[in-house]
C-alpha cells in the first residue's frame, strides 16, 4: 500500500516508543514490591498506588492531550510528538539509575506526571498523522497496520527483558528512548495536515473542508477554535453526535474494566501463582505476539468481510472472556490461555478508531471527536476513545 510505505518513519518510531517504554513492563511489578514490599509476595500499597496513578494519568490525559491535539494544528505533528518522545526518557532515566525505596518515588511521581502529556498524546497524534497520509477508506487497516507495529515493539522490548537482568534492563530502556527522540527528530517529516494547513491565526479559526451534501452524516457546525477545549465544550461534544456518544460509552466501559483489571492483574499473579519477571515476561509475550498478528494479519482480513462494526462486536465479547479466565484462574497456565483472547479482543481500540474516523472529512477529524466544533484537529477526539490503550 503507497500510503503506508509514507508511513515508514512513523513506524519506526512507533516501534521503538513502545520498546523503550514497555521494556520495563515485566520487570516493574518485581522493582515495585522490592522498593515497597522487599522478601514478600503481596502488597496492597502498590496496588493502591498503581490504582492512583492510572487514575491521575486517565484524568490528566482527558484534559491536556486535546490540548496538545489543538496546538498541533497550529505547530505541525512532528513538533508536538517531540514532546512524549523526550518527556518519557525522565522517569526511565530515573529508573535506571536507581530503584530504591526513594528513587522509586522519584520515578512513581515524574511518571504519574510525565505520562498525562506521553501517553495519550504520543498515541493519539500518531493516528492523526496516519489519517493525514492514508484515505478514509483505507484508514481501518492502516490503524491495524499501526497498532501491530506498535503491539511488535512490545513483543521486542518483552524478548530483550526476558534474558536481561532487571538493573540492564531500566538502563537500556533509557537508552532506547534517547534514540527514539532523536531518530523522531532526524527523520520523521511534517504533514500537511499538521503545521503546513494553518496560514495563521484566521486561517486556523475556520474549516479546512466542508461536508457535501450527499454526505449520510453531516458533521456539526464547529465554534471558531481557541487555544485550549474547556471541559464544557468536551462534555458537549459527548451529546453532539450519537455515533460519537455510542463510541465513548463504549470505550468508557471497555477501558474502566481493562485498566481496573490491569492493575491488579500482576500483583494478583504474583500472590497466587508466584509470578516473577521471566513468568511475567511469558505472559505478555504472548499477549504482544498474537497481538502483532492479529493486527498484521487478522484485522485486515476480517474488516473486508465483516465490517468494524460486527468485529467491534467480536472483539468486545472477545474481552469479556479473557477477563473471565482471569477471574477464575485456579492454575498457573490459565492466564496463558486468557492471554491468548487477545487476537480478537486487541481489534476494539482499531474499530472505534476507524468507525469515528469515517465520519467526517480529512481534514476535520478533531471537530467530531472532542469537542462540537474544532474546526481543524484531527487529534482532539483521539484521546477520549484512547485513553484505555494506556
Not at 453526535?241 to 474502566?256: K, Q
Not at 486487541?346 to 469515528?356: A, E, K, L
Request: hydrophobic share 50%; proline share 5%; net charge positive.
Amino acid at each position: 500500500m503507497e500510503e503506508l510505505a509514507e508511513l515508514g518513519h512513523l513506524l519506526v518510531f512507533a516501534f521503538l516508543f513502545f520498546f523503550s517504554n514497555f521494556m520495563v513492563g515485566s520487570v516493574i511489578t518485581d522493582v515495585t514490591m522490592g522498593a515497597l514490599c522487599p522478601g514478600r509476595d503481596a502488597c496492597s500499597l502498590a496496588i493502591y498506588l498503581t490504582g492512583v496513578q492510572q487514575a491521575v494519568t486517565g484524568l490528566g490525559a482527558l484534559v491536556l492531550t486535546p490540548v496538545v491535539g489543538n496546538l498541533s494544528d497550529r505547530y505541525g505533528r512532528k513538533a508536538l510528538l517531540a514532546l512524549p518522545a523526550t518527556a518519557s526518557i525522565v522517569p526511565l532515566g530515573i529508573l535506571a539509575y536507581s530503584r530504591t525505596r526513594g528513587y522509586f518515588y522519584a520515578y512513581y511521581v515524574t511518571k504519574m506526571l510525565t505520562a498525562t502529556v506521553c501517553e495519550g498524546s504520543m498515541m493519539c497524534l500518531s493516528l492523526a498523522y496516519v489519517a493525514d497520509r492514508v484515505p478514509e477508506g483505507r484508514r481501518a487497516v492502516a490503524f491495524g497496520v499501526f497498532t501491530g507495529v506498535c503491539s511488535a515493539g512490545f513483543v521486542a522490548s518483552t524478548i530483550a527483558a526476558r534474558f536481561l537482568p532487571v538493573s540492564t534492563t531500566c538502563q537500556v530502556s533509557a537508552v532506547a528512548a534517547v534514540v527514539t527522540a532523536v531518530y523522531m527528530k532526524a527523520f520523521l517529516q511534517e504533514t500537511d495536515g499538521g503545521a503546513s494547513s494553518c496560514k495563521g491565526d484566521e486561517e486556523a479559526s475556520q474549516p479546512l473542508c466542508l461536508p457535501s451534501s450527499s454526505s449520510e452524516e453531516l458533521s456539526p457546525r464547529l465554534p471558531p477554535l481557541r487555544k485550549a477545549p474547556s471541559l464544557s465544550e468536551i462534555a458537549a461534544l459527548l451529546t453532539s453526535s450519537s455515533t460519537f456518544s455510542r463510541a465513548a460509552v463504549v470505550t468508557f466501559f471497555h477501558g474502566l474494566g481493562e485498566t481496573g483489571l490491569l492493575n491488579a492483574l500482576l500483583y494478583f499473579l504474583k500472590a497466587k501463582f508466584h509470578y516473577s519477571k521471566n513468568q511475567y515476561a511469558n505472559l505478555l509475550l504472548i499477549i504482544g505476539i498474537i497481538g502483532s498478528f492479529s493486527q498484521l494479519t487478522v484485522m485486515p482480513a476480517l474488516v473486508p468481510k465483516l465490517g468494524e462494526q460486527k468485529l467491534l462486536i467480536i472483539a468486545l465479547i472477545a474481552s469479556c472472556g479473557h477477563a473471565f479466565l482471569y477471574s477464575i484462574a485456579w492454575s498457573f497456565w490459565v492466564p496463558y490461555l486468557a492471554a491468548s483472547f487477545v487476537i480478537l479482543s486487541i481489534s476494539v481500540t482499531p474499530c472505534i478508531r476507524s468507525i469515528i474516523s469515517k465520519k467526517v472529512g480529512p481534514f476535520e477529524q478533531p471537530g467530531v471527536f472532542l469537542k462540537p466544533h474544532l474546526s481543524t484537529s484531527k487529534v482532539s477526539a483521539l484521546p477520549v476513545l484512547d485513553l484505555q490503550c494506556w
